[in-house]
């Protein structure tokens, strides 16, 4: 199948980090839309917010007051979706099973400034975020009841984000989730069959078709995976295999920065609104184990699909069935690149 197929035939596309299929219907790109739109805000926010429970100095709801922190902040978070002093138990009944699961939720405050995403920030300041990542990583990576650390930002009302000062959370846990508990298999498959890094290997494949390529410096590609579900999805991947981010040096961080602020600030442009995503960074467990067949990356999944109040539905088919989209990756890498 050429190019050409791809764009014009209905089709399945392998994910070749978690093994599923996501259907893609490119005809169905041109059909006229009579669904919802969403609310859209482009208000200005201030600078300061004194009802913002992350700004610098403000009281949280548990009652602790914030540092008049100056860069990046972090905290345990409030309403931790995991239990550090979780009761250990387990249960089997017949087919009723469920065991104990232990974590640590930290929230990360990119900047004191409320009005900021991380698409009006500069690399040099969002490479502090990346420097914080890293201690937070480490520090939790240490904790033998830690196997797992998941790296991630909602960002926009239409995530689910209940407040817009920019941000980001970091949840640790005992057990490997079920994303990574599938990339950990066909990695570590793939390694076992050919020595190398499946994750190195396509992205060789794809610097050479350049089809899906946005943006690219020495140590980072950013692209529209072949696989991708969501629209404009997109994937920011080392050069060099890396199992997770504290092999970065210095300059690899402000690279892997200048990375994150020229997809983000495509993406702004892209329906001139704030884009609403939700990022995470996929990385080897914290198991003790060597995990060379790891190679870390970091995934954007923006909802949006025509415009800035054309939001993509996981409905039907995807609920029933499997992921569908109709803007094909190729299109959508096309059109972020244009802007950058």
């Not at 995403?117 to 520090?139: G, N």
């Not at 300059?251 to 600030?265: D, Q, W």
């Not at 993509?312 to 499997?322: A, D, L, N, R, T």
Request: charged share 25%.
């Amino acid at each position: 199948m050429d190019n050409t197929d791809l764009q014009d035939y209905s089709h399945k596309r392998l994910n070749i980090l978690t093994g599923e299929w996501v259907l893609v219907s490119p005809h169905r790109a041109k059909r006229p839309w009579q669904g919802q739109n969403e609310a859209v805000s482009n208000d200005a926010r201030p600078a300061y917010d004194e009802s913002c429970y992350l700004c610098a100095g403000n009281t949280r709801i548990n009652g602790e007051v914030n540092p008049k922190y100056q860069d990046v902040f972090v905290f345990t978070n409030d309403f931790a979706a995991l239990q550090k002093d979780s009761k250990s138990f387990s249960l089997e009944d017949g087919l009723l099973v469920a065991e104990s699961e232990t974590g640590i939720c930290k929230v990360v405050c990119f900047s004191p400034d409320h009005s900021k995403s991380l698409a009006d920030m500069e690399a040099k300041d969002i490479q502090k975020v990346v420097f914080t990542w890293q201690k937070e990583f480490k520090e939790l990576s240490e904790n033998p009841d830690i196997n797992y650390v998941q790296i991630f930002e909602n960002k926009g009302a239409v995530m689910g984000c209940s407040n817009p000062h920019p941000h980001g959370q970091i949840w640790s846990q005992s057990t490997l989730p079920n994303e990574v508990d599938k990339k950990n298999t066909q990695q570590l498959a793939y390694y076992n069959e050919n020595n190398s890094s499946i994750l190195g290997d396509y992205l060789a494949q794809e610097l050479g078709k350049q089809e899906r390529i946005i943006f690219e410096n020495d140590s980072f590609v950013v692209l529209i995976p072949f696989w991708a579900v969501w629209p404009f999805e997109a994937m920011i991947v080392p050069k060099k295999q890396q199992s997770n981010i504290l092999e970065l040096n210095d300059t690899e961080a402000l690279e892997y920065a200048e990375a994150i602020s020229v997809l983000t600030k495509a993406y702004d442009k892209l329906f001139n609104t704030s884009f609403p995503y939700s990022s995470g960074i996929h990385q080897a467990p914290t198991d003790g184990n060597e995990n060379k067949h790891w190679h870390w990356h970091m995934s954007f999944y923006p909802p949006l699909l025509r415009s800035a109040t054309v939001k993509k539905f996981m409905v039907g088919y995807e609920m029933f069935g499997s992921p569908q989209r109709d803007i094909t990756a190729e299109i959508a890498a096309k059109m972020i690149r244009e802007l950058i």
